[in-house]
């Protein structure tokens, strides 16, 4: 159930007294980012500056991220957009209670960009360093924007991951399922990239199923279809989308319109059949209690519409509210980090310079001893 730090760096602090101003470094996949966050006395949280540097247009001729091309761009801008958004916060660096950064799971070379960045700010002006769990980031972001109570479960749906969180508090998260090969983004990119769509993927096939005339027309097979799990697969989905297309002689605009469709609808069919299995676990488990049942979605694919609509349905019947944070925070973001970052500050979790990146850190320590396929290691995927 505890949130899995490295070992070899955490802390203990005494946890500091008032407000907290933390700086936060994103960059574990193809987006740098930087924010400068304040949390009150009182656990109010106000975000003083932000912003995110994307990398499509680099990454596009690939129809993939490229991780090379990826940490190179990190690797040149961290920096600068630190001191970019100190400035629009108007804060000398030597304000700062705390340095967070990513410290993991992502691509390596990337994650290295933000954690080195801040271990330097770090030690310059004297502050502590907090290495955060990305997937952590994501999970407290929804309380970026408002008094948002725990607990509440989480469908994380990216590029990178696609996972159900019962999130409890800081550090205190049980992961339900994920996926057991590729992420939900990955199957829209890899989508798109099958049909010349373009990248970033989601939002090409969202915008090509729209125009679909006949969007029943390609009948793709039901996702784990008789697995109870709140598991999710997308590797055979991406496929059976090839197959379809492969026969197709001389695909026409119609043609991909439809197939976009089909594949929109199985992704959304399958993570609103998870969702739902997963409100079924997290009403039984607070039952005795008056706990209020919220879903949030987080993640670029949360953006998608015929998601929002499947999920929606299914809270809805379960009786949950659906909790859709606003969109820049539901893909990655730096202010996610500051606020991950406070939370653990002001509890006195703080991490030594010594702080590893790491490829993989799974959320859930205990989910992903008991069930490796989803934990760390080679066969965790997107954990
Ligand atoms: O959260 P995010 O920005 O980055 C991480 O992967 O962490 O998510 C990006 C993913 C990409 O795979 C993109 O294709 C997908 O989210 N995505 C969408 C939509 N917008 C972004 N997928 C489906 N429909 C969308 N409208
Ligand atoms: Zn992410």
Redesign the pocket.
């Known amino acids: 159930m505890a949130l899995s730090h490295d070992p070899s760096s955490p802390q203990p602090a005494p946890a500091p007294q008032g407000a907290l101003t933390v700086l936060g470094l994103e960059s574990?996949?193809?987006?740098t980012a930087a924010a400068v966050l304040r949390r009150g006395r009182d656990g109010r949280i106000e975000i003083l500056a932000e912003a995110v540097m994307g990398q499509n247009a680099a990454h596009a001729p690939f129809g993939g991220v490229v991780p090379e091309i990826a940490a190179r761009a990190h690797a040149e801008r961290m920096d600068v957009l630190a001191r970019s958004v100190l400035a629009d916060a108007g804060l000398n660096p030597r304000e700062l209670d705390g340095v967070a950064a990513t410290a993991g799971p992502g691509l390596i070379g990337g994650v290295m960009a933000a954690l080195m960045t801040a271990k330097g700010i770090a030690l310059g002006v004297d502050a502590p360093l907090i290495a955060v769990n990305?997937l952590e980031g994501?999970a407290l972001s929804p309380r970026l924007t408002g008094a948002l109570s725990f607990p509440y479960l989480l469908l994380l749906?990216?590029?990178?991951?696609t996972q159900l969180v019962i999130v409890e508090g800081v550090g205190r998260m049980t992961r339900l399922g994920s996926t057991i090969d590729d992420?939900?983004?990955?199957a829209?990119?890899k989508t798109?990239k099958i049909m010349g769509l373009g990248?970033?993927?989601?939002?090409?096939?969202?915008r090509c199923a729209q125009a679909a005339a006949a969007p029943e027309r390609f009948e793709l097979p039901r996702i784990l279809a008789r697995d109870k799990s709140c598991n999710f697969s997308f590797a055979g989905l991406k496929t059976a989308v090839r197959r379809v297309w492969d026969r197709l002689e001389a695909p026409t605009d119609a043609d991909r319109a439809d197939l976009a469709a089909a594949m929109?609808t199985a992704?959304a069919r399958h993570l609103a059949e998870r969702a739902d299995r997963a409100m079924e676990l997290f009403s039984q488990r607070f039952e005795a209690s008056d706990t209020p049942l919220q879903l949030v979605a987080?993640?670029?694919?949360?953006?998608?519409?015929?998601?929002r609509l499947a999920l929606a349905s299914n809270a809805e019947r379960r009786g949950f509210t659906l909790i859709a944070p606003p969109l820049k925070y539901?893909?990655?973001n730096a202010a996610m980090i500051a606020l991950a970052g406070a939370e653990r500050l002001a509890l006195g979790q703080i991490d030594g310079l010594a702080a590893a990146a790491r490829p993989r850190w799974p959320l859930d320590a205990d989910a992903a001893q008991t069930d490796p396929a989803n934990g760390s290691g080679r066969k965790g995927p997107k954990a």
């Open positions: 574990s996949c193809d987006d990305h994501h749906v990216s590029g990178g991951h992420a939900a983004g990955e829209f990119d798109a990248f970033p993927g989601g939002p090409a096939v969202e929109q992704v987080a993640g670029g694919v949360a953006a998608n519409g015929a998601v539901c893909t990655d």
